[in-house]
């Protein structure tokens, strides 16, 4: 197989990812689209099985800080789409004193991560935005607000996820992908932590867990490349 055809047939997989978006319109416009290059190109569904895409380790965020409820949303919004996610911390000499850079850093098939960021992406925007309207209630409160949205985020992604797990057609799909993924792991001999956080805001928590549950992730949730 040339590499323009293995070409095509990654573009075929993106594009099939978005049919399993909630939205019906946006399946149904996927599914034609890949319809539509298959005859194009004279390619079969079994050919483009056999293509798997590059394992990828990509950055979702970098910055000074990497914040308690970022680091659980990145985690939940990689297992949602089939990938893993881990912080990578640098320290950098100064005049004075070091600096830390910490990255979060997404691995999987190139079409998950890419979902994936996407996703983390908008979700991290929109509590921002969201956040917006709490300013000037203190840093805090601010905070709590924040942790809420995010909570709530992971739990309806776990809610997806438990889903898709419980779906026939979609089981060996996700062992194989959550296979790799740990395969990845266990040869960087990467260690686990669990991550905390600390709500000294109860009443903006609640605010924010309320506000989490209007987020829409249909646009998102496999869909978009």
């Not at 935005?129 to 000037?136: D, P, Q």
């Amino acid at each position: 197989m040339d590499t323009d055809q293995k070409a095509v047939i990654e573009k075929i997989k993106k594009i099939l990812a978005r049919t399993q978006s909630n939205s019906e319109a946006e399946a149904a416009t996927a599914m034609k689209m890949a319809h539509d290059l298959l005859k194009k190109y004279n390619l079969t569904m079994d050919q483009v099985n056999e293509i798997e895409l590059d394992f990828v380790d990509e950055v979702a965020e970098s910055g000074s800080m990497a914040r308690n409820w970022k680091k659980m949303l990145v985690d939940a919004v990689a297992k949602y789409n089939f990938c893993g996610a881990y912080i990578h911390t640098t320290h950098l000499p100064g005049n004075i004193r070091s600096t830390t850079k910490y990255t979060l850093r997404l691995v999987g098939k190139e079409v998950n991560v890419s979902c994936s960021k996407i996703m983390y992406t908008y979700l991290t925007d929109t509590i921002d935005r969201f956040s917006k309207t709490h300013y000037g209630e203190g840093k805090e409160s601010v905070e709590a607000y924040k942790v809420g949205i995010a909570h709530v985020l992971c739990e309806r992604l776990r809610d997806l996820r438990a889903y898709e797990e419980a779906n026939t057609e979609c089981r060996a799909l996700v062992l194989k992908e959550d296979a790799a993924v740990k395969d990845f792991f266990d040869k960087a001999n990467m260690n686990t932590s669990k991550v905390s956080t600390s709500i000294k805001d109860g009443a903006a928590y609640a605010k924010g867990r309320r506000d989490g549950q209007n987020i829409s992730l249909n646009a998102q949730v496999k869909g978009n490349t």
